[in-house]
Protein backbone atom coordinates (compact mmCIF):
# COMPACT_ATOMS: atom_id res chain seq x y z
CA UNK A 1 0.00 0.00 0.00
CA UNK A 2 1.68 3.58 -1.04
CA UNK A 3 1.28 6.68 0.90
CA UNK A 4 -2.29 7.61 -0.96
CA UNK A 5 -3.68 4.53 -0.46
CA UNK A 6 -2.76 4.42 3.38
CA UNK A 7 -3.84 7.87 3.56
CA UNK A 8 -7.45 7.11 2.45
CA UNK A 9 -7.46 4.01 4.81
CA UNK A 10 -6.82 6.17 7.66
CA UNK A 11 -9.36 9.11 6.75
CA UNK A 12 -11.97 6.53 5.27
CA UNK A 13 -11.81 9.02 2.23
CA UNK A 14 -15.11 7.10 0.11
CA UNK A 15 -12.68 9.11 -2.80
CA UNK A 16 -10.07 6.93 -2.49
CA UNK A 17 -6.15 7.17 -3.26
CA UNK A 18 -7.32 9.49 -6.05
CA UNK A 19 -9.05 11.84 -3.57
CA UNK A 20 -5.97 12.47 -1.72
CA UNK A 21 -4.34 13.15 -4.35
CA UNK A 22 -6.20 15.88 -5.52
CA UNK A 23 -5.38 17.29 -2.12
CA UNK A 24 -1.63 16.98 -2.73
CA UNK A 25 -2.29 18.40 -6.33
CA UNK A 26 -4.24 21.45 -5.12
CA UNK A 27 -1.42 22.03 -2.45
CA UNK A 28 1.51 22.12 -4.92
CA UNK A 29 -0.27 24.34 -7.13
CA UNK A 30 -1.45 26.56 -4.80
CA UNK A 31 1.60 27.39 -2.73
CA UNK A 32 0.48 28.00 1.02
CA UNK A 33 -3.37 28.08 0.25
CA UNK A 34 -5.98 28.34 3.02
CA UNK A 35 -7.99 25.28 4.28
CA UNK A 36 -11.17 26.54 3.02
CA UNK A 37 -10.02 27.34 -0.27
CA UNK A 38 -8.23 23.89 -0.65
CA UNK A 39 -11.80 22.47 -0.10
CA UNK A 40 -13.56 24.34 -2.54
CA UNK A 41 -10.58 23.40 -5.15
CA UNK A 42 -11.06 19.38 -4.52
CA UNK A 43 -14.88 19.86 -4.23
CA UNK A 44 -14.65 17.96 -0.44
CA UNK A 45 -16.43 18.68 2.26
CA UNK A 46 -14.22 21.14 5.15
CA UNK A 47 -14.14 18.09 8.11
CA UNK A 48 -12.76 15.88 5.09
CA UNK A 49 -10.00 17.92 3.84
CA UNK A 50 -8.91 18.70 7.55
CA UNK A 51 -8.33 14.52 8.34
CA UNK A 52 -6.50 14.41 5.36
CA UNK A 53 -4.50 17.33 5.55
CA UNK A 54 -3.52 16.25 9.46
CA UNK A 55 -2.68 12.61 7.65
CA UNK A 56 -0.40 14.13 5.64
CA UNK A 57 1.32 16.37 8.39
CA UNK A 58 1.60 13.44 10.33
CA UNK A 59 3.97 11.68 7.27
CA UNK A 60 5.91 14.68 6.97
CA UNK A 61 3.85 15.76 3.47
CA UNK A 62 2.31 18.71 4.63
CA UNK A 63 2.65 21.69 6.75
CA UNK A 64 1.26 25.02 8.40
CA UNK A 65 2.17 27.97 7.07
CA UNK A 66 -0.63 30.73 7.11
CA UNK A 67 -2.28 27.82 4.85
CA UNK A 68 -1.25 24.27 3.82
CA UNK A 69 2.20 23.87 2.03
CA UNK A 70 4.26 20.95 0.94
CA UNK A 71 7.35 20.26 2.97
CA UNK A 72 10.81 19.74 1.30
CA UNK A 73 9.69 15.82 1.84
CA UNK A 74 6.15 16.30 0.14
CA UNK A 75 7.51 18.42 -2.72
CA UNK A 76 9.97 15.14 -3.53
CA UNK A 77 6.63 13.22 -3.14
CA UNK A 78 4.91 15.14 -5.19
CA UNK A 79 7.39 15.09 -7.81
CA UNK A 80 7.50 11.18 -7.51
CA UNK A 81 3.79 10.86 -8.38
CA UNK A 82 3.95 12.99 -11.87
CA UNK A 83 2.48 16.13 -10.33
CA UNK A 84 2.94 19.16 -12.50
CA UNK A 85 3.30 22.42 -10.64
CA UNK A 86 3.88 24.79 -13.37
CA UNK A 87 2.26 25.23 -17.03
CA UNK A 88 3.61 23.71 -20.26
CA UNK A 89 5.13 25.92 -23.41
CA UNK A 90 2.48 24.69 -25.93
CA UNK A 91 3.74 26.41 -28.74
CA UNK A 92 6.32 24.09 -29.82
CA UNK A 93 3.62 21.51 -29.59
CA UNK A 94 1.04 23.61 -31.68
CA UNK A 95 3.84 24.29 -34.43
CA UNK A 96 4.60 20.43 -35.01
CA UNK A 97 0.79 19.27 -34.30
CA UNK A 98 0.21 21.73 -37.50
CA UNK A 99 3.00 20.09 -39.44
CA UNK A 100 1.46 16.37 -38.78
CA UNK A 101 -1.74 17.37 -40.03
CA UNK A 102 -1.17 18.37 -43.03
CA UNK A 103 0.07 14.14 -43.74
CA UNK A 104 -2.92 12.83 -42.38
CA UNK A 105 -4.46 10.29 -44.30
CA UNK A 106 -8.56 11.10 -46.30
CA UNK A 107 -11.43 10.91 -43.91
CA UNK A 108 -12.66 7.80 -44.08
CA UNK A 109 -16.68 8.83 -43.35
CA UNK A 110 -17.83 4.59 -43.42
CA UNK A 111 -15.93 4.94 -39.86
CA UNK A 112 -17.42 8.59 -38.90
CA UNK A 113 -13.70 9.94 -39.10
CA UNK A 114 -13.67 13.68 -39.03
CA UNK A 115 -10.19 14.73 -37.85
CA UNK A 116 -10.47 17.53 -35.19
CA UNK A 117 -8.06 20.91 -35.89
CA UNK A 118 -4.54 20.61 -34.10
CA UNK A 119 -5.78 23.76 -32.03
CA UNK A 120 -8.44 21.32 -30.52
CA UNK A 121 -5.84 18.35 -30.27
CA UNK A 122 -3.87 20.36 -28.10
CA UNK A 123 -6.53 22.10 -25.93
CA UNK A 124 -7.49 18.53 -24.86
CA UNK A 125 -4.12 17.55 -23.77
CA UNK A 126 -4.03 21.14 -21.77
CA UNK A 127 -7.55 20.41 -20.19
CA UNK A 128 -6.66 17.35 -19.21
CA UNK A 129 -3.22 18.12 -17.49
CA UNK A 130 -5.16 20.89 -15.74
CA UNK A 131 -7.07 18.31 -13.98
CA UNK A 132 -3.54 16.20 -13.25
CA UNK A 133 -5.08 13.26 -15.71
CA UNK A 134 -1.59 12.88 -17.57
CA UNK A 135 1.80 13.35 -15.93
CA UNK A 136 2.70 10.33 -14.35
CA UNK A 137 -0.66 8.45 -15.44
CA UNK A 138 -1.39 5.08 -17.42
CA UNK A 139 -3.43 6.34 -20.90
CA UNK A 140 -5.27 5.24 -23.53
CA UNK A 141 -6.66 6.33 -26.80
CA UNK A 142 -9.80 4.42 -27.58
CA UNK A 143 -9.86 5.82 -31.29
CA UNK A 144 -7.43 8.44 -32.12
CA UNK A 145 -7.83 9.53 -35.77
CA UNK A 146 -7.28 13.28 -34.13
CA UNK A 147 -3.67 12.03 -33.16
CA UNK A 148 -4.91 13.34 -29.27
CA UNK A 149 -1.78 10.86 -28.31
CA UNK A 150 0.81 13.13 -30.02
CA UNK A 151 -0.64 16.42 -28.43
CA UNK A 152 -0.36 14.64 -25.11
CA UNK A 153 3.00 12.83 -25.66
CA UNK A 154 4.52 16.03 -26.91
CA UNK A 155 3.19 18.59 -23.92
CA UNK A 156 4.78 16.27 -21.44
CA UNK A 157 7.73 15.27 -22.88
CA UNK A 158 9.44 18.84 -21.26
CA UNK A 159 10.17 17.44 -17.88
CA UNK A 160 6.61 15.75 -16.84
CA UNK A 161 6.50 12.21 -17.02
CA UNK A 162 3.88 9.50 -18.12
CA UNK A 163 3.79 6.06 -17.34
CA UNK A 164 1.92 4.57 -20.88
CA UNK A 165 0.54 6.48 -23.88
CA UNK A 166 -1.49 3.73 -25.68
CA UNK A 167 -3.53 3.80 -28.89
CA UNK A 168 -5.92 1.53 -30.09
CA UNK A 169 -7.40 1.85 -33.92
CA UNK A 170 -8.74 0.17 -36.70
CA UNK A 171 -7.15 2.02 -39.24
CA UNK A 172 -4.27 1.11 -39.95
CA UNK A 173 -3.28 4.67 -41.90
CA UNK A 174 -3.77 6.19 -38.46
CA UNK A 175 -1.23 3.47 -36.25
CA UNK A 176 0.84 3.84 -39.12
CA UNK A 177 1.10 8.06 -38.95
CA UNK A 178 1.36 7.65 -35.09
CA UNK A 179 4.18 5.00 -34.96
CA UNK A 180 5.92 7.09 -37.35
CA UNK A 181 5.70 10.29 -35.76
CA UNK A 182 6.29 9.00 -32.10
CA UNK A 183 9.63 7.59 -33.63
CA UNK A 184 10.62 10.62 -35.17
CA UNK A 185 10.48 12.92 -32.14
CA UNK A 186 11.08 9.40 -29.78
CA UNK A 187 7.67 10.19 -28.17
CA UNK A 188 7.01 6.15 -26.68
CA UNK A 189 3.76 5.73 -28.23
CA UNK A 190 2.57 1.83 -28.10
CA UNK A 191 0.03 1.68 -30.95
CA UNK A 192 -2.29 -1.85 -31.77
CA UNK A 193 -4.29 -2.06 -34.38
CA UNK A 194 -7.86 -3.32 -32.97
CA UNK A 195 -11.71 -3.14 -33.95
CA UNK A 196 -13.61 -1.94 -30.68
CA UNK A 197 -16.36 -4.19 -31.40
CA UNK A 198 -13.87 -7.04 -29.85
CA UNK A 199 -13.31 -6.70 -25.79
CA UNK A 200 -9.67 -5.47 -25.35
CA UNK A 201 -6.51 -7.67 -25.10
CA UNK A 202 -5.94 -8.99 -22.05
CA UNK A 203 -2.58 -7.00 -21.29
CA UNK A 204 -4.30 -3.82 -21.85
CA UNK A 205 -7.48 -4.24 -19.20
CA UNK A 206 -7.83 -2.89 -15.78
CA UNK A 207 -4.05 -0.66 -16.70
CA UNK A 208 -5.24 2.57 -17.26
CA UNK A 209 -5.87 5.90 -15.33
CA UNK A 210 -7.14 8.09 -18.02
CA UNK A 211 -9.01 7.25 -21.02
CA UNK A 212 -9.74 9.99 -24.39
CA UNK A 213 -12.50 9.04 -27.03
CA UNK A 214 -14.16 10.25 -29.40
CA UNK A 215 -16.48 7.42 -31.12
CA UNK A 216 -18.57 7.12 -33.57
CA UNK A 217 -21.51 9.59 -34.10
CA UNK A 218 -24.67 7.03 -32.79
CA UNK A 219 -25.68 5.76 -29.83
CA UNK A 220 -24.29 1.79 -30.52
CA UNK A 221 -21.10 3.64 -31.03
CA UNK A 222 -20.61 5.57 -28.19
CA UNK A 223 -21.87 2.41 -25.83
CA UNK A 224 -19.50 0.03 -27.77
CA UNK A 225 -16.25 2.79 -27.17
CA UNK A 226 -17.10 3.66 -23.64
CA UNK A 227 -17.13 -0.18 -22.89
CA UNK A 228 -14.01 -0.56 -23.74
CA UNK A 229 -13.00 2.30 -21.76
CA UNK A 230 -14.34 0.94 -18.98
CA UNK A 231 -12.46 -2.37 -19.45
CA UNK A 232 -9.23 -0.33 -20.00
CA UNK A 233 -9.27 1.69 -17.01
CA UNK A 234 -8.49 0.57 -13.08
CA UNK A 235 -10.61 -0.21 -10.70
CA UNK A 236 -11.65 1.83 -8.04
CA UNK A 237 -13.29 5.57 -8.12
CA UNK A 238 -11.58 8.59 -9.53
CA UNK A 239 -9.92 7.71 -12.97
CA UNK A 240 -11.20 10.45 -15.38
CA UNK A 241 -11.87 9.62 -18.94
CA UNK A 242 -12.31 12.82 -21.46
CA UNK A 243 -15.18 12.18 -24.20
CA UNK A 244 -15.58 13.94 -26.96
CA UNK A 245 -19.45 13.81 -28.34
CA UNK A 246 -21.35 15.65 -30.85
CA UNK A 247 -24.70 17.83 -29.76
CA UNK A 248 -27.59 15.80 -29.60
CA UNK A 249 -31.44 16.30 -28.97
CA UNK A 250 -32.65 16.19 -25.68
CA UNK A 251 -34.03 12.39 -26.27
CA UNK A 252 -30.62 11.14 -27.72
CA UNK A 253 -29.20 13.31 -25.05
CA UNK A 254 -30.84 11.15 -22.58
CA UNK A 255 -29.40 7.89 -23.96
CA UNK A 256 -25.95 9.30 -24.04
CA UNK A 257 -25.78 10.17 -20.17
CA UNK A 258 -27.72 6.41 -19.78
CA UNK A 259 -24.99 4.82 -21.55
CA UNK A 260 -22.64 7.09 -19.36
CA UNK A 261 -24.01 6.05 -16.33
CA UNK A 262 -24.35 2.64 -17.68
CA UNK A 263 -20.61 2.48 -17.47
CA UNK A 264 -20.27 3.44 -13.86
CA UNK A 265 -19.34 6.47 -15.10
CA UNK A 266 -20.02 10.62 -13.52
CA UNK A 267 -20.03 13.76 -15.85
CA UNK A 268 -18.07 16.15 -13.93
CA UNK A 269 -17.89 18.94 -16.88
CA UNK A 270 -19.59 19.48 -20.16
CA UNK A 271 -18.10 22.49 -22.41
CA UNK A 272 -20.09 23.28 -25.58
CA UNK A 273 -18.14 23.86 -28.75
CA UNK A 274 -14.86 22.42 -27.23
CA UNK A 275 -14.13 20.55 -30.47
CA UNK A 276 -13.46 21.98 -33.83
CA UNK A 277 -13.39 19.69 -36.40
CA UNK A 278 -12.04 20.01 -40.23
CA UNK A 279 -14.79 17.51 -41.73
CA UNK A 280 -17.49 16.53 -39.83
CA UNK A 281 -20.88 17.92 -41.22
CA UNK A 282 -23.20 15.16 -39.36
CA UNK A 283 -22.19 17.00 -36.12
CA UNK A 284 -21.96 20.78 -37.33
CA UNK A 285 -18.32 20.66 -37.21
CA UNK A 286 -18.00 21.10 -33.43
CA UNK A 287 -18.84 18.45 -30.32
CA UNK A 288 -19.02 18.84 -26.26
CA UNK A 289 -15.97 18.11 -24.20
CA UNK A 290 -17.24 15.87 -21.69
CA UNK A 291 -15.48 15.02 -18.41
CA UNK A 292 -15.97 12.05 -16.83
CA UNK A 293 -15.22 10.34 -13.31
CA UNK A 294 -15.18 6.71 -12.65
CA UNK A 295 -16.96 5.49 -9.40
CA UNK A 296 -16.33 2.18 -7.36
CA UNK A 297 -19.13 -0.21 -8.86
CA UNK A 298 -18.15 -2.60 -10.72
CA UNK A 299 -19.25 -3.06 -14.41
CA UNK A 300 -19.93 -6.20 -16.34
CA UNK A 301 -17.75 -6.57 -19.60
CA UNK A 302 -19.02 -6.29 -23.00
CA UNK A 303 -18.61 -9.33 -25.45
CA UNK A 304 -17.89 -9.24 -29.23
CA UNK A 305 -20.62 -6.65 -30.66
CA UNK A 306 -22.44 -7.80 -33.78
CA UNK A 307 -24.29 -4.57 -34.62
CA UNK A 308 -23.80 -1.30 -36.50
CA UNK A 309 -22.05 1.35 -34.85
CA UNK A 310 -21.28 3.23 -37.51
CA UNK A 311 -23.82 6.70 -39.51
CA UNK A 312 -23.91 5.20 -42.27
CA UNK A 313 -24.74 1.70 -41.58
CA UNK A 314 -27.30 2.58 -38.57
CA UNK A 315 -28.74 5.36 -40.30
CA UNK A 316 -28.13 4.88 -44.50
CA UNK A 317 -29.12 7.80 -46.38
CA UNK A 318 -28.08 8.96 -50.04
CA UNK A 319 -27.60 13.01 -50.37
CA UNK A 320 -27.69 14.80 -53.67
CA UNK A 321 -25.39 17.83 -53.89
CA UNK A 322 -25.62 20.13 -57.06
CA UNK A 323 -22.69 21.38 -58.91
CA UNK A 324 -22.49 25.37 -58.34
CA UNK A 325 -20.96 25.39 -62.28
CA UNK A 326 -23.26 22.72 -64.55
CA UNK A 327 -26.01 22.17 -61.61
CA UNK A 328 -24.92 18.54 -62.25
CA UNK A 329 -27.03 16.53 -59.78
CA UNK A 330 -24.53 13.64 -58.15
CA UNK A 331 -25.94 11.25 -55.59
CA UNK A 332 -23.41 10.57 -52.28
CA UNK A 333 -23.87 7.42 -49.97
CA UNK A 334 -22.15 5.01 -48.76
CA UNK A 335 -22.76 2.76 -51.85
CA UNK A 336 -22.56 5.47 -54.25
CA UNK A 337 -19.65 5.71 -56.68
CA UNK A 338 -18.84 8.88 -54.50
CA UNK A 339 -18.64 7.57 -50.58
CA UNK A 340 -18.57 11.71 -49.38
CA UNK A 341 -18.86 15.01 -50.40
CA UNK A 342 -15.09 15.10 -49.63
CA UNK A 343 -15.05 12.11 -51.71
CA UNK A 344 -16.77 14.50 -54.54
CA UNK A 345 -14.25 17.12 -54.40
CA UNK A 346 -11.64 15.03 -54.49
CA UNK A 347 -12.72 14.31 -58.23
CA UNK A 348 -15.11 16.84 -58.94
CA UNK A 349 -18.08 17.68 -60.88
CA UNK A 350 -17.59 14.45 -63.37
CA UNK A 351 -19.90 16.71 -66.23
CA UNK A 352 -17.67 20.47 -65.70
CA UNK A 353 -14.70 19.13 -63.49
CA UNK A 354 -15.76 21.85 -60.92
CA UNK A 355 -15.22 21.38 -56.96
CA UNK A 356 -18.59 23.36 -55.61
CA UNK A 357 -21.52 22.10 -54.77
CA UNK A 358 -24.90 22.85 -52.88
CA UNK A 359 -26.42 20.12 -50.69
CA UNK A 360 -30.04 20.07 -52.48
CA UNK A 361 -31.95 16.76 -50.35
CA UNK A 362 -31.45 13.90 -47.96
CA UNK A 363 -32.93 11.05 -49.12
CA UNK A 364 -33.48 8.27 -46.56
CA UNK A 365 -32.92 4.49 -46.61
CA UNK A 366 -36.69 3.52 -47.96
CA UNK A 367 -36.69 6.52 -50.92
CA UNK A 368 -32.88 5.00 -52.57
CA UNK A 369 -34.97 3.43 -55.01
CA UNK A 370 -33.72 6.33 -57.53
Known amino acids: MNLLEETAAATSLREGAEGV ?3 LVAAARGGNTPLKELAQEVHMPLPVVSAVRRELEKRGVFSRNKGVCLTEHGEKIARELGVQFTETSTDDALSILRVIGEQMPDVDVTLDQAFALPETTLRRATYASEHDALAGRNIIFIGDDDLTSIAVA ?4 EGQRVQRLVVIDIDQR ?6 SV ?4 SLDIECFRHDARDPLPIELQGQFYTFFTDPPYTLTGLELFLARAKEAIQPGPGKQGFLSFGHKDPDTDLGVFQN ?3 FGLVPKEIIDDFNTYGGGTIIGNVSRMIRLVSGSIPVQSVPRHEESIYTGDVNPSHRIYICNSCSERNRVGGDCFHISIEALKTVGCPKCGQTKFTLAEKISKENNSE
Open 260 to 262: IGR
Open 182 to 185: STRY
Open 21 to 23: RSI
Open 174 to 179: IIDLIE
Open 154 to 157: LLLR
